[in-house]
């Protein structure tokens, strides 16, 4: 298993079949990925003129790489074992932006130190918990801004996208052309402002392909729960896309009926929001692996109990 690295000197801006590869790799490999922060590091200081940011350049992702023998059809699993945080991220908001945004009259800029993996945030500290919220592969036919969240993953903002998790992608292209960045030291679900603590870093990760299996995607396994993740129009939608993927594939999975799915679900399962702030909004359907392991599903090999 070979063990690589890939800097910010090749980034993309959105998810595309056209994309070359900055990268090869083979399955089973491990990648060192370094990021740039979601404004491309553009945003150093509290006072600078947010008007001045260059929004061609936001949210880049490094890559894309590359995984030989990944073929369309098959699901790519990305286990995320380390995210190094940087010394500082970035929040922003201001009208238009997030939930506030019809309440705010001018942007708002605030750099947050990062000191031994806790932020300093309105004089308090907490600690982080760093996730990737921008990962992706290409989509089959066209191009999908890195902004916007889809099948392929993309911009979901998802929390539980962080160190210890294994996120499964589709694979749409030879390659599958994954790429990923907008870092975020901490958020808490939804995004309300638009942002969360955005960071540069630098991300371990280790690329499987998955063959013949039957998994939904996208579909995240860490050491406590599985989640399916879907991105729609409205939250309403994402919400049952998400309800809905865990459902057919435990439908898939077990002898059960709909309705006991349903009513399972309904006892067991965590129906989670995202984020609220991007083109598309992101839900999660959250089920206990304990509950998964009842029905006979064991997922030992996609996540560390
Ligand atoms: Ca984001
Ligand atoms: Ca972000």
Redesign the pocket.
């Given at each position: 298993m070979a063990a690589h690295r890939l800097g910010t000197e090749r980034m993309i801006y959105a998810m595309s079949p056209l994309n070359l590869p900055a990268l090869q790799v083979a399955s089973g490999d491990t990648v060192v990925v370094e990021t740039a922060?979601?404004f491309e590091n553009q945003v150093q200081s509290e006072t600078q003129p947010f008007v001045a940011i260059d929004w061609e350049h936001v949210?880049p992702a490094t890559g894309p790489i590359y995984v030989q023998d990944a073929a369309p059809g098959d699901l790519l699993a990305i286990s995320i074992e380390r995210i190094e945080t940087a010394d500082h991220g970035v929040m922003t908001t201001g009208p238009e932006m997030g939930v506030f945004g019809d309440e705010l009259a001018e942007s708002t800029i605030r750099i947050v130190p990062i000191v031994d993996r806790t932020v300093k945030l309105l004089d308090h500290a907490y600690p982080c918990r760093p996730m990737i919220?921008?990962i992706g592969t290409a989509p089959r036919e066209s191009a999908v801004p890195n902004g916007t969240p889809g099948e392929h993953g993309g911009?979901m903002?998802c929390k539980l996208i962080g160190q210890g998790a294994t996120l499964v992608l589709p694979v749409e292209v030879p390659g599958a052309l994954l790429a990923l960045g907008?870092?975020?030291a901490v958020?808490g679900d939804g995004?309300v402002c638009?942002?969360?603590v955005?960071m540069a870093g630098e991300v371990t990760l280790r690329l499987r392909v998955l063959k013949g299996r039957d998994l939904p995607a996208p579909f995240l396994v860490d050491s406590e729960q599985a989640a399916t993740i879907a991105s729609r129009p409205t939250l309403d939608e994402a919400a049952n896309a998400a309800a809905k993927s865990m459902a057919h594939w435990l439908q898939r999975q077990t002898p059960l009926s709909v309705a006991e799915i349903a009513i399972l679900l309904s006892a067991k399962g965590d129906l989670r929001i995202c984020q609220v702030v991007d083109p598309l909004k992101t839900a999660r359907m959250e089920i206990h692996r304990s509950v998964l392991e009842d029905l006979g599903i064991r997922l030992e090999d996609l996540a560390r109990v």
């Open positions: 922060d979601c949210n919220g921008v911009n903002d907008d870092l975020h958020m995004e638009s942002t969360g955005e």
